[in-house]
C-alpha cells in the first residue's frame, strides 16, 4: 500500500482485504511502498516472511511502477491480483477491476457533452460501468498453480 495516496481510503482497502483474508483462514500482512526502493525493500520483506500471494492496490503510483512490480513478483515467484488488465497482460497472474478502455469511452462521451454546449458542473458524476476479471494463463501455469474452471469461466479475459 501506499502511505502517501489517501490514509482513509487505503484503510478502508485494507480492512476490507483483512476480512476476506480472514474469512479464508489466512493471515493479511501489509507493505507500504511510495519509493522504488521501499517496493524492492517492500517485496524483500514479504518474501522473506513467506507470504503466499499478493494483492496490489489501487494507486496511480503503483501502475506508474507496473514494470517493476512485475518483475519483482515474476523474480520471486508471488501470485498476484491487480486491479487493472495492464498487470495481467504485462505478465501478473490475474486482475479485477474496472474496465479502463470502458472508462476512457465514459470520458469521450463526457468531453462530447461539454464541447456541445453542456457546462461540467451541471453533468453527473460518472462511474465505472463496466468491470473485467482477466486471467494470465501463462503465468499461472509457470507458477505452478491450478486456476479453477469456475473461475476460468466467469473471466472476461484469459491471456495466453
Keep these: 500500500m501506499n502511505p502517501r495516496f489517501g490514509a482513509e481510503a487505503a484503510e478502508e482497502h485494507k480492512q476490507s ?3 476476506a483474508a480472514l474469512t479464508l483462514g489466512r493471515e493479511l500482512r501489509v507493505q507500504q511502498a511510495s519509493t522504488d ?14 507470504i503466499s500471494g499478493l494483492i496490489v492496490q489501487n494507486d ?3 501502475d506508474s511502477r507496473r514494470e517493476q512490480i512485475l518483475t519483482l513478483s515474476s523474480r520471486d515467484r508471488l501470485p498476484g491480483i491487480f486491479h487493472i488488465r ?13 474496465s479502463l478502455s470502458d472508462a476512457y469511452r465514459q470520458l469521450g462521451a463526457y468531453a462530447g457533452k461539454i464541447l456541445r454546449g ?4 451541471e453533468l453527473p458524476v460518472s462511474r465505472p460501468t463496466k468491470f473485467e ?4 494463463t501463462n503465468t499461472a501455469k509457470t507458477l505452478g498453480l491450478a486456476v479453477p474452471p469456475s473461475i476460468l469461466i466467469e473471466a472476461d479475459e484469459l491471456i495466453e
Aim: aromatic share 12%.
Design 17 to 19: 482485504i483483512a476480512a
Design 86 to 98: 495492464e498487470f495481467p497482460a504485462g505478465g501478473g497472474l490475474m486482475s479485477y477491476g474496472a
Design 118 to 121: 453542456a457546462k461540467p458542473d
Design 37 to 50: 526502493a521501499e517496493i524492492d525493500s517492500s517485496f524483500a520483506e514479504l518474501v522473506k516472511a513467506g
Design 60 to 62: 496511480p503510483f503503483f
Design 133 to 136: 476479471l482477466v486471467i494470465n
